[in-house]
């Protein structure tokens, strides 16, 4: 029985040791520093998450004045402003998407189809980014709950609100500069990575 809460009690910690690393590197993916000309950008929630609740503009938090990537289809429009390369190994996505749909749009179609992602429902937990030089794809990280590090929809975006979103993906090699964002029902966003500071 001590065994049991023993491993329960580590699984705990870890979950909040890895959510903690999150919150620390969405923080820290988000500028500041002595650059005023770019708005800081800060977690909507205390694991990082937006709540994707369609009150966000998309001015705040992801750089709208720079515009990486556009893809749009079936009424809803992808936009990417950041892709950032950190000191960890991670690479942080991050932009807008706008309900041109009739309807709440709730990113059911952005959900992974794999197993330990499917509970993350919509999400873009889906998402991969491709380095078409290296020949190689990379998918969506997670926490040891199975949890994508990306933004949920919860609640989902009112008909022509945005709202902003991020994804981390592990970093492709310090040669890769361009990769491919690919997000399940949208066209591939060709994307220029940037490194932070």
Do not use: H
Not at 3 to 10: A, G, K, N, V, Y
Request: aromatic share 4%; glycine share 14%; hydrophobic share 30%.
């Amino acid at each position: 029985m001590n065994i049991r809460r023993t491993m329960m009690t580590r699984r705990a910690m870890t979950a909040v040791a890895i959510t903690t690393g999150l919150v620390l590197t969405v923080v820290g993916c988000g500028g500041g520093g002595e650059d005023k000309d770019k708005p800081e950008k800060e977690p909507t929630s205390s694991a990082g998450q937006s709540k994707g609740d369609g009150k966000e503009d998309g001015s705040q938090g992801a750089d709208a004045d720079k515009t990486l990537a556009e893809v749009k289809s079936n009424g809803i429009t992808l936009t990417v402003n950041s892709a950032v390369r950190d000191g960890g190994g991670f690479l942080t996505v991050s932009g807008t998407v706008r309900n041109g749909k009739s309807g709440r749009w709730i990113g059911a179609e952005w959900a992974s189809d794999e197993q330990e992602l499917k509970k993350n429902g919509g999400s873009l937990a889906g998402a991969s980014l491709v380095d078409e030089s290296g020949k190689k794809k990379y998918l969506i990280l997670r926490d040891t709950e199975g949890r994508c590090l990306c933004t949920q929809f919860q609640g989902g975006v009112a008909q022509g609100d945005a709202t902003e979103w991020f994804a981390q993906f592990p970093a492709p090699p310090e040669g890769a500069s361009k990769v491919q964002l690919q997000v399940p029902s949208m066209p591939p966003a060709a994307i220029e990575i940037s490194e932070g500071e």
